[in-house]
């Protein structure tokens, strides 16, 4: 297992306080509140259902809260437009892989840098000038998030003709383009053979590592979480029932409840024993 | 007051029939996804089939077979030639074809039987007469029964019949439908004729009252901010969105027409749409769209 | 053997992003630049000049703003003739009523002024969405019909309510040949679509991509909606108004409302369709496909039924075959000739080998 030198996680970055969120008579979450430090990877995990996808959907704004509070770089806000968020450092990936289909990679990853780009209309239609040299300096960054990826052979391809495991990195690619403080990567692996998981667990370890940014990730693979993440924060029908270091977490009897349903005293038995 | 009761009547039954063609819409589109934007068309290939039999000599009741029959084949040759092989396309894809096969039809119906205006006399006087003082004419009231028997007989197959049940099975998920056995091109063949023989119905009536032009399938087009109004997926959608648009129109054009020169009639009803629209974009009754990412 | 790009090597992003990399692409294009601009003028016929070419210039210039509305950007649109109207009613106000102004400045008023209704109406995007918002278009189509036939300040107070375009003149030189009207259609046209082809590959062209894409996605990666759909209809209209400004003045030669009803919105639609969605040369190969169509339909039926027609049955014939060929298109290949030319360029890439 990866040991983290606790001295690069910094501050908050990311502070969930008393969130509520309701569809109709339905609670999707109940009274979470946790917190991120920078440079961190916090997994979210939890039984289908629980409100994982909900609670990045109110992170980065697609959601708003019913009540309680949002806190992120500083600010503190209940409501939020994704515009807002993706312009304040927040990125994110999608559990349905959220590729525009009909263009190729390069320009997917290119979207990712639209906030960036400052060209009005008419200096685009002319395109010599200032937004070539536009173009071309947000183009150079672009191809050091290919090569960081190691997708330099697919740049040109139109997104649908390539498969799963390689869409999910071009949706990656896409986010980090944004240069974010925060990551929101929901299920990343889904879908993946061994192989493409070890693959993914490298690069997000990379981007955190490398690019120094925050990760907070959905997952449902137990090795990859213990792996990947300095703290795991556990939903279940919309609450929080653990938040600590994964050991910590893995022990906690109301997380293998939730998960394995109530354990009986032959299950503990058979366990201690084992 | 008694003009204003002459105006609104005569309006709510003219969105009677607009209504009638909404509905032929509304089938194809809750039973197949499709917008068949020929629903126009087939209206006028429908009166233009039935005015043209009966010159020919063909008794009523004949002729009248004789256009269900045409209908029909027309339907199973759209789902044939049209809409099996477009089938994993976009809707937008889907929504071009019918357009095409708006072309189509038009040629066909006015290279077969002619483009001369015709008349059809369906033997409904159109003499008013006086219900508390309001003068209501006699056709659009016969029109506005049929319209209203029409949609009770197909409300009651889709409700009772095993068929109406396989259509509503359809509209809601194609997928789960095939995967119950439902055998999905029968349910659209079947579909696309009752749309056909609901665009008779409408062309007989619209006929009737216009006679059998050309311009008959422009007024379908009128239906299309009708549909948008009920929501696309709403057969009470339909009628009331007709009701509505129908009276708000002729209303419009009586009041407000002269102060600003007439004719508002062209671009009323789509203009009224468009603001409803705004504050509620599914129509009234149609089934709000989730997103979800 | 001939369309290869091996040695072709790019070490630049410069010459990467270039429009057209290849250096055989290059070539053609500029011997296909030569052919317009000089042969044509000095050697065509009048008849291949005004019958066709400028028609299918100045079409292909409003098919490619639907091109950039319907393709681009997702947003269906029937409003295209309405659009059209508003910029040659537009250009013959400024004409009128301030003939200091030079004429290409009209053209781009006209324009502007298209640019200008068309956000009006293209306003209701953002809370209206798919094929919902055909009512918008459909409406801005009826309503200025209307309005241009109604109000008699648009027509001059004209009786008839058609109005003959005025004299053409740039820099003093009378534009009243074919060949010069067709040059001046051209010049235009070549650099509207060179302006086209620069946005659609810019920041502007991702945001309308993605918009057509995936809207909400779209959003969530910041990809301001409100300015993207507002800049598509606004971008759209102006090609269609200085198009249809072109109809009016190097066309026509006079502005009239019915030359702009919706028939004319869905031909250009059809010819989006067949030309090929989301392609700045598949709306000049759409734009001359149906150009060229009922020319050919004529000979070939002339040909097999000499004059044994029955008269008034050759444009239903042609409605009839015009409707097929676009189910065909759709059936065949939805992406329109476009893509049929983008694989015909790779079956060439590889000949004369199969693959």
Redesign the interface.
Known sequence: MVTVPRQRIGDVLLRLEGVNLAFGGVKALSQVSFEVREREVCAIIGPNGAGKSSLLNII?G?YQPSSGSVLFAGVVRRAMR??QA??SGI??T?Q?I??????SVL?NI???R??M?R?P?LS????WGP??RE??AH??KV?EIIDFLQIEHIRKTPVGRLPYGLQKRVELA??LA?EPRLLLLDEPMAGMNVEEKQDMCRFILDVNDELGVTVVLIEHDMAVVMDLADRVVVLDYGRKIADGPPDEVRRNPEVVAAYLGVATDADRQAVGAG | MQFFFEVLIGGLLAGVMYSLVALGFVLIFKASGVFNFAQGAMVLFAALTFVSLEERGLPRWLALAATLGVMLLLAMAIERLVLRPLVNQPPISLFMATIGLTFCIEGMAQGVWGSVVKGLELGIPDTPFEVKGVLVSQFDLAAALTAGLLVAVLALFFQFTRVGRALRAVADDHQAALSVGIPLRHIWGVVWAVAGAVALVAGLLWGARLGVQFALSVIALKALPVMFLGGLTSIAGAIVGGLLVGASEKLAEVYIGPALGGGIENWFAYVVVLLFLLVRPEGLFGEKRIDRV | MIYREAGQFRTTYRADQRIFPIVQDRVVVAALLLVAFVVVPLFASEYLITALLIQWLILSLATLGLNILTGYAGQFSLGTGGFMAVGAFATYAFRLRAPALPLLLDFALGGLCAAAVGVVFGLPSLRIRGLYLAVSTLAAQFFIEWLLTRVGWFTNYSASGVISAQRMVIAGVPIDTPARRYLLVLSIAAVLALAAKNLVRSRTGRAWMAVRDMDVAAEVIGIPMLRTKLSAFAVSSFYCGVAGALWAYAFLGTVEPQAFDLDRSFLVLTMVIIGGTGSVLGSFLGAGFIVLFPIVLNQFLHGLFGEGLRPGLLPNIQLFVFGSLIIFFLIVEPHGLARLWQIAKEKLRLWPFPH
């Open positions: 980065n697609v994704p515009h993706a312009a990125a994110r999608f349905n959220a590729l525009f289909k009909g263009m320009d290119m979207t990712g639209n906030l780009m060209a209309l685009q239609a002319v395109y937004a070539q173009e071309i183009r150079r191809e896409r986010a944004a």
